[in-house]
């Protein structure tokens, strides 16, 4: 099961993520969303679980628990939409 992670405090590592999620079951992976030009994070990141009952206990005690005196928002990840493609027209 994918999971979003969201409010997560910008210092946040993925070995964090990980560790974070371990005392529920085995992850796959865990990732923090960074910006692409600055490398930043972006406050939110995706953990990837195999066992689903490991992941819904996850999602039910991480979902509003304060970590760094944030509050963290974890459900479900939704699949991602199809975007558009950016259509390129020279203009003369």
């Known amino acids: 099961m994918n999971i979003y992670v969201g409010n997560l405090p910008y210092s946040m590592?993925?070995?964090?993520?990980?560790?974070?999620?371990?005392?529920?079951?085995?992850?796959?992976?865990?990732?923090?969303?960074?910006?692409?030009?600055?490398?930043?994070?972006?406050?939110f990141g995706f953990v990837e679980m195999a066992e689903g009952d490991g992941a819904n206990r996850a999602i039910e005690a991480m979902n509003g628990r304060s970590f760094n005196g944030r509050n963290l928002v974890v459900n479900e990840a939704r699949p991602r939409e199809a975007r558009p493609r950016f259509e390129r027209r020279d203009r003369y």
């Open 13 to 43: 590592e993925d070995g964090e993520l990980r560790q974070m999620f371990e005392e529920f079951g085995a992850v796959d992976t865990a990732s923090v969303v960074k910006d692409k030009f600055t490398g930043r994070s972006r406050g």
